[in-house]
């Protein structure tokens, strides 16, 4: 990190169906007869990243690795870095810690068939590693994983939080030995706490996103963004008979997410998750160095 750090752009690799805002409207026995459209977005997706030169961590859904194995090894192939969001996209504090282990196992079966790579990195649907499925941190150690980007560090929301833990990329102890925790990035809009990505990313102008990932450049960390390929896909099929929050939440500004990102991405610098702390990693050294080569100046 020269001077501005390298942020962490990460997918959540789903398709527009399988969103826990969905859930009691589609079943997940409907899944395979719905029109998938995640390969041409997440291709959209792709292509987006190759013009503005950006790598990305993508978290991709096992159910979906099964049926487009192809897609997965072209993700793969661009450089971008593979890891697992499950397979269900079942919250994990609705399920127990067996179903989860199978859950994560079964995900990780899929991307390997798919692309020669077995994930080490996890992400759960909508963030749902809270106080209560702690827990889940362990098993994702016992199955080899190393990363984690599940725990959202903000109070009040209805579906995920964990209220009070750390916003910097951090270690994590489980029974099992350590997992390193990148936590997605809050901003503070006044006294509100606003989550950089996403919903809100569609819902805010660009220039408060910018603003606020700006604002956590300023303290030498960076930020954590996260979007989903049916976020660019403004002619999905509508899903009827959602809840009026459920239906704002996902349909509030499709049109210009795209672009959005697009002009995001040339404005900051983006990179996978492993290359964002990296390059922090760097960055503390060299302020490390540089503070002892002053202390022992002044010392001489
Ligand atoms: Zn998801």
């Known amino acids: 990190m020269t001077g501005r750090p390298l942020h962490a752009m990460t997918v959540d690799v789903e398709d527009y169906y399988q969103v826990s805002g969905m859930e009691d409207r ?66 994990v504090y609705e399920i127990t810690p067996d179903e989860f282990a199978k859950d994560i196992t079964d995900s990780c079966d899929a991307i390997y068939t798919a692309c020669g790579i077995r994930p080490t990195a996890y992400r759960a649907p909508s963030f749902s590693i809270i106080q209560e499925s702690l827990w889940a941190l362990d098993i994702l150690v016992e199955n080899g994983f190393t990363d984690d980007s599940s725990i959202f560090p903000i109070a009040g929301h209805d579906r995920y939080g964990v209220p009070g833990s750390r916003k910097d990329i951090h270690t994590r102890k489980t029974t099992h030995g350590p997992i390193r925790e990148y936590p997605p990035s809050i901003a503070r809009f006044g006294k509100a706490p606003v989550p950089v990505g996403g919903g809100y990313f569609r819902l805010l102008p660009l220039h408060l996103t910018v603003r606020a990932i700006q604002s956590i450049e300023k303290k030498h960390r960076p930020a954590m963004f996260y979007i989903h390929p049916w976020e660019i896909d403004p002619q999905q099929p509508r899903v009827k008979g959602l809840r009026r929050s459920a239906a704002f939440r996902h349909y509030i500004g499709l049109e210009r997410t795209e672009r959005k990102l697009r002009r995001m991405m040339n404005r900051l610098s983006f990179g996978t998750m492993t290359e964002s702390r990296k390059d922090a990693d760097r960055h503390q050294k060299k302020t490390a160095d540089k503070r002892s080569d002053l202390n022992a100046s002044i010392s001489r």
Do not use: N
């Not at 459209?37 to 292509?47: F, I, N, P």
């Not at 049926?67 to 090894?73: A, C, D, E, N, Y």
């Open 26 to 91: 589609v079943c997940r026995s409907d899944w395979d007869q719905l029109e998938s459209r995640v390969e041409r977005s997440t291709d959209r997706m792709l292509s987006l990243f190759d013009d503005v030169e950006v790598r990305g961590t993508f978290y991709i859904l096992g159910w979906v690795a099964e049926r487009f194995p192809r897609l997965v090894k072209r993700i793969a192939d661009a450089g971008h870095e593979i890891a697992s969001h499950g397979y269900w996209h079942r919250l």
